[in-house]
């Protein structure tokens, strides 16, 4: 890849109506679950949705859609998206060996984010994405920095789960966000809960309502609650997303309430969102 570009100015992604960012200031709180699940969601309430997996030290997207494709550049020498499920992707994961540690420093990461930003072609010419769904790394650090100065994002979904030592997280990630004037659409609580497959009884194994205490704070929407499922787990080991391997689930139905609610915080229709 070509690292020798200048930055360009912050602008929209060509081709890409709505950019939602997918953050959680810690990691191991299931964001790339939640950022997979999101887009398919999306896609399952009537929309064009891309996803971006900009956790470049850490890519999972490749393996939990059980994709490995080497990206080709189209006719014009930009970046043809990978197709998964009739859902365009990006990753370095395809790009680099699974087993490859990159020890990137700031510029180089910044011209790679530069290229996934505004050189990969998502959808054919004259097409749109109603969103592209972004799967940020963890924390607060060049990544998220990046994006914030050179693309318009519509807004972040900051995922967490319940227990106090990941919300003292959560709450550096937002203040990082407002800083950067990127708008908080709502939190999403990981790991609520456990649901006895048996006996039905919920448990709540990293305490409860965290994330709505956080929501409150910050005065913003708790946009949902996803379980801690052996089943959501599972789907993603094997690179089929819940939404898709188990449509009619009580868990699916909890990612497209997520989605539909990011969706209304938008004001957005499918078929007649319009770009900014």
Same mark, same amino acid.
């Given at each position: #890849?070509?690292?020798?570009?200048?930055?360009?100015? %912050?602008?929209?992604?060509?081709?890409?109506?709505?950019?939602?960012?997918?953050? /959680?200031?810690?990691?191991?709180? $299931?964001? /790339?679950?939640?950022?997979?699940?999101?887009?398919? +969601?999306? =896609?399952?309430?009537?929309?064009?949705?891309?996803?971006?997996?900009?956790?470049?030290?850490?890519?999972?997207?490749?393996?939990?859609?059980?994709?490995?494709?080497?990206?080709?550049?189209?006719? #014009?020498?930009?970046?043809?998206?990978?197709?998964?499920?009739?859902?365009?992707? #990006? /990753?370095?994961?395809?790009?680099?060996?699974?087993?490859? +540690?990159?020890?990137? %420093?700031?510029?180089?990461?910044?011209?790679?984010?530069?290229?996934?930003?505004?050189?990969?072609?998502?959808?054919?010419?004259?097409?749109?994405? &109603?969103? !592209?769904?972004?799967?940020?790394?963890? $924390?607060?650090? &060049?990544?998220?920095?990046?994006?914030?100065? =050179?693309?318009?994002?519509?807004?972040?979904?900051?995922?967490?789960?319940?227990?106090?030592?990941? !919300?003292?997280?959560?709450?550096?990630?937002?203040?990082?966000?407002?800083?950067?004037?990127?708008?908080? *659409?709502?939190?999403?609580?990981?790991?609520?809960?456990?649901?006895?497959?048996?006996?039905?009884?919920?448990?709540?194994?990293?305490?409860?309502?965290?994330?709505? %205490?956080?929501?409150?704070?910050?005065?913003?929407? !708790?946009?949902?609650?996803?379980?801690?499922?052996?089943?959501?787990?599972?789907?993603?080991?094997?690179?089929?997303?819940?939404?898709?391997?188990?449509?009619?689930?009580?868990?699916?139905?909890?990612?497209?309430?997520?989605?539909?609610?990011?969706?209304?915080? !938008?004001?957005?229709?499918? $078929? *007649? /969102?319009?770009? %900014?």
């Amino acid at each position: #890849m070509n690292t020798s570009a200048p930055l360009p100015a %912050r602008q929209m992604v060509e081709g890409v109506k709505h950019v939602i960012a997918v953050s /959680s200031a810690k990691g191991g709180v $299931g964001k /790339s679950t939640l950022a997979v699940n999101l887009a398919f +969601a999306f =896609q399952r309430i009537g929309f064009k949705v891309g996803l971006l997996d900009a956790d470049i030290y850490g890519p999972s997207i490749p393996t939990m859609l059980g994709v490995n494709q080497e990206p080709h550049p189209d006719v #014009m020498g930009r970046i043809r998206a990978v197709m998964a499920h009739n859902i365009p992707l #990006m /990753s370095i994961g395809f790009m680099v060996n699974p087993s490859q +540690a990159l020890a990137w %420093r700031g510029p180089v990461l910044f011209q790679v984010l530069q290229q996934f930003f505004h050189e990969v072609k998502w959808v054919p010419y004259g097409e749109f994405l &109603d969103f !592209l769904v972004i799967d940020l790394p963890p $924390g607060t650090g &060049d990544v998220q920095l990046s994006m914030a100065q =050179q693309i318009h994002v519509s807004g972040a979904v900051i995922v967490t789960t319940p227990q106090d030592v990941a !919300l003292s997280d959560v709450r550096r990630g937002v203040s990082l966000f407002q800083t950067a004037n990127v708008p908080i *659409i709502g939190v999403v609580e990981n790991m609520s809960f456990f649901k006895c497959p048996h006996c039905g009884e919920c448990t709540d194994i990293f305490d409860s309502g965290g994330a709505q %205490r956080i929501a409150t704070e910050f005065n913003v929407p !708790l946009l949902g609650k996803i379980p801690l499922a052996p089943a959501i787990r599972a789907c993603g080991d094997k690179g089929l997303p819940i939404v898709l391997a188990e449509p009619d689930s009580e868990h699916t139905a909890r990612y497209v309430e997520v989605a539909t609610r990011v969706k209304d915080a !938008l004001g957005v229709t499918p $078929g *007649i /969102s319009r770009r %900014r």
